[in-house]
């Protein structure tokens, strides 16, 4: 079965500090995306940021960043100099099997102190 | 509108009854993705659209649930005698059909069945 872990249910962080998020994935695909989703109390699920498998480059994004490591099929996500509107649940996403079924982690919940 | 609009925001209803939760997608977008989220998990797939087509169905928890696609636009979840358990939040997501294409998401219905 193709899964997307996330191993760690809550994190927290000080402002202005660092903090990664991590991700695992299973697949059988050579070419494939991956996302991370935040979606703050509002509920409104919002595209953090988005890595194309086949580019050994990791996608960056403003204060956030990714480690793509393929072999080990892992997907972290890094914020850096974290602010209190980060505070979310974080979710790491994978379209399954080639297809546009997007498939989630169950979510990591970011807790930035003051 | 701009975004993906879901309606109602909140509906609760009475065990045993059947309930509509509707979704308006962005215009042109020809994927169409339903998930439900229970109270601090991850997001379930519940069913896609790639048109009016669903060719996955399997995430679908019963055959008390259905959903259907109309004109290419607006799908409506359809709950026949609800129960307790479908108590969830209900996510709609389009995106264009492109495996690497961001999903934009509602924010949701709130189902409470009493």
């Known amino acids: 079965a193709q899964t997307v872990t996330q191993s760690q249910p809550e994190m927290s962080v000080q402002e202005a500090e660092t903090v990664t998020l991590s991700c695992t994935y299973d697949t059988s695909e050579s070419d494939y995306y991956l996302f991370w989703y935040k979606q703050p109390p509002s509920r409104q699920m919002i595209l953090v940021i988005r890595q194309e498998a086949y580019k050994q480059q990791n996608a960056t994004e403003n204060r956030f960043s990714v480690n793509f490591q393929k072999a080990a099929k892992s997907f972290s996500l890094k914020i850096s100099d974290s602010q209190l509107g980060d505070a979310a649940m974080y979710f790491c996403a994978y379209p399954q099997g080639g297809s546009e079924k997007l498939v989630f982690g169950k979510g990591t919940k970011l807790t930035v102190n003051p | 509108g701009a975004g993906v609009s879901q309606s109602p925001s909140n509906k609760v209803t009475e065990k045993g009854k059947d309930v509509e939760l509707r979704c308006d997608p962005i215009s042109g977008h020809t994927a169409l993705y339903w998930y439900r989220q229970s109270l601090g998990q991850g997001l379930e797939f519940l069913i896609y659209f790639q048109g009016n087509s669903a060719p996955d169905k399997s995430g679908l928890p019963s055959d008390r649930f259905s959903a259907e696609r109309t004109g290419g636009s607006v799908s409506t979840l359809t709950i026949q005698r609800t129960q307790q358990e479908d108590s969830a939040v209900y996510l709609c997501?389009?995106?264009?059909?492109?495996?690497?294409?961001?999903?934009?998401f509602g924010q949701g219905t709130r189902l409470t069945v009493v």
């Open positions: 997501a389009s995106s264009f059909w492109d495996p690497g294409t961001e999903a934009f």
